[in-house]
């Protein structure tokens, strides 16, 4: 994994702005995994910005990483009203060309969820992922204990994913139980994988998916297996880093190298 420790969260996004930037002006056609949440918003507006300079997404093909169960597309909290508000609209990111997972209530699950698996392989498969990490260290919600070579399938939230995301519902008790999310292993197929973290509360997650042994209780420590994992990390989510110097140090060297763009 390659550390990238940033002084803060706005620094953190225009720095995996660019690196995103760079992966969609070097292949046009580039096929993103999206995460939604909190976490990647600023990464979604320096995205913006980069299209205002001219940077192309006409081309680009996207799927969602995951999307709650039963919930109307046109829904406020539903992660595709996110992405289509704050990525696709802003970047010209085709509709036709932005996955979405079916979770229409009614939808054969297990047969919608394969044809999702099916339509990323026609893409040619994810050339980068973007993902965040949850406190209890889940990417897309693959929660704790969930199998490393997982595909995409429904789940149930915990209490605590749950509990964390509640507030972007108008009651509690509107907070959909369930989840239909790309598997731990559909996320290491992607070529290359962005992983961002920011605040206190993502610390002890990173630092167990980074420097903890591989577990499915973090499922997050399963991007230690994959080969090109590149993690943008604000102070404080790298607070608890054993290795941080290091980190920063390996960091320099690169960028003295001339191998950071
Ligand atoms: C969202 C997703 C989740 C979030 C994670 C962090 O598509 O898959 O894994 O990335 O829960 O959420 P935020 O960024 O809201 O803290």
Not at 92 to 100: E, F, Q, S
Not at 143 to 154: D, F, K, M, V, Y
Not at 198 to 225: D, R
Request: net charge negative.
């Amino acid at each position: 994994m390659r550390i990238f420790i940033c002084s803060d969260a706005a620094v953190l996004s225009h720095q995996a702005g660019t690196f995103v930037a760079n992966v969609v002006a070097d292949n046009p056609q580039t096929v993103l995994g999206l995460a939604a949440g909190a976490t990647p918003l600023g990464l979604y507006r320096e995205l913006g910005c980069h299209h205002d300079q001219g940077l192309d997404f006409s081309a680009v093909t996207a799927f969602g990483l995951d999307e709650y169960f039963g919930l109307p597309a046109g829904h406020p909290a539903s992660f595709r009203h996110g992405i289509e508000e704050h990525l696709a609209a802003r970047v010209d990111l085709p509709p036709a060309r932005l996955h979405w997972p079916d979770v229409r209530p009614d939808a054969d699950v297990a047969a919608a969820c394969a044809g999702y698996e099916r339509t990323i392989a026609h893409a040619g498969g994810i050339d980068l992922q973007i993902l965040g990490i949850g406190g209890n260290g889940h990417i897309g919600f693959n929660e704790p204990g969930s199998s490393l070579a997982g595909r995409t399938r429904l789940v149930r939230l915990t209490a605590a994913t749950r509990r964390a995301n509640e507030g972007n519902f108008s009651s509690p008790a509107d907070m959909p139980e369930a989840a239909v999310t790309q598997g731990i292993g559909t996320i290491l197929a992607a070529r290359r994988i962005l992983l961002l973290a920011s605040g206190a509360n993502k610390a002890a997650a990173v630092a167990a998916a980074v420097e903890g042994p591989v577990t499915a209780i973090v499922p997050a420590s399963a991007l230690q297996l994959h080969p090109d994992v590149t993690v943008f990390l604000d102070a404080a989510a790298a607070a608890d880093l054993r290795r941080r110097d290091e980190y920063q140090a390996e960091a320099e060297m690169l960028r003295r190298m001339g191998l950071l763009r």
